[in-house]
């Protein structure tokens, strides 16, 4: 009896003993595979962090004037809406920057009021050039329901914040109405333009007669970067009669 008690307590003892173990061997995991699983996330973390900061500096490394000087050429003397587009279709607005720096400011010279961002496969950098107190780029907006228009935007010398932007040329037509503008820089700071328009507005049981509209006019830019508009001289014809 005496040795059956005593094989009993021995096969306890081996099995708490085995278990023990057992139980260490299983925290002892545990515990490392929370210290892997800890060092992964934290590893993500760090490669995040990495991939935000290379991001940002993406983002100042493209949003300058040497990001736009190297997706435009230099000013050509005369100004239409054909000049400087042998690159046009590989120099689109970002949408990042037209939401920054081009949407919020209103169009100071010209139309629309305002540039919308939704399509920016619809616009693109034509050329450029650095002042001493300012820099200048130029932009076209293919806008399908209307025209193809040219514009200046003037900004500030060490940022891209936005001075003036100004209609310089445009062509299209519309619903009856057909019209371009062109011209040429008179200096490096003044655009001489021409802007001929024709209107045909159906009257009933009469002839149509065609409004003929021509506006010589300027923009002058001041040091600053400020554009200006000033307009020369305006003729008005209907038919074949002036009236303006």
Not at 122 to 143: G, V
Not at 150 to 159: E, F, G, M, R
């Amino acid at each position: 009896m005496n040795k059956t008690i005593i094989i009993l307590l021995l096969i306890l003892t081996y099995s708490c003993k085995n278990e023990n173990k057992e139980n260490i061997k299983s925290t002892k995991f545990k515990t490392k595979e929370i210290k892997v699983t800890e060092k992964i996330e934290q590893t993500e973390q760090t490669e995040l962090k990495k991939e935000e900061n290379i991001d940002s500096l993406k983002v100042q490394e493209e949003f300058n004037f040497e990001y736009i000087k190297s997706r435009t050429t230099g000013l050509s003397e005369k100004i239409s809406v054909s000049y400087n587009i042998s690159n046009k279709n590989e120099n689109f607005i970002p949408k990042d920057f037209l939401i920054k720096y081009i949407s919020p400011k209103k169009v100071d010279i010209g139309f629309p009021e305002s540039l919308p961002p939704d399509y920016p496969e619809s616009y693109s950098f034509r050329a450029s050039k650095e002042y001493e107190d300012f820099n200048l780029f130029t932009f076209s907006y293919d806008d399908e329901s209307c025209c193809t228009t040219l514009y200046a935007a003037s900004t500030k010398k060490d940022t891209l914040d936005i001075i003036n932007i100004g209609v310089i040329a445009y062509s299209g037509g519309d619903a009856g109405w057909v019209g371009k503008k062109y011209g040429k820089w008179i200096n490096d700071y003044s655009i001489s333009n021409v802007e001929p328009s024709e209107y045909d507005e159906p009257v009933p049981e009469k002839p149509t007669e065609t409004e003929i509209d021509t506006i010589w006019s300027e923009i002058q830019i001041s040091k600053k970067g400020i554009l200006k508009y000033i307009e020369h001289h305006k003729v008005k014809y209907i038919g074949n009669k002036q009236v303006e």
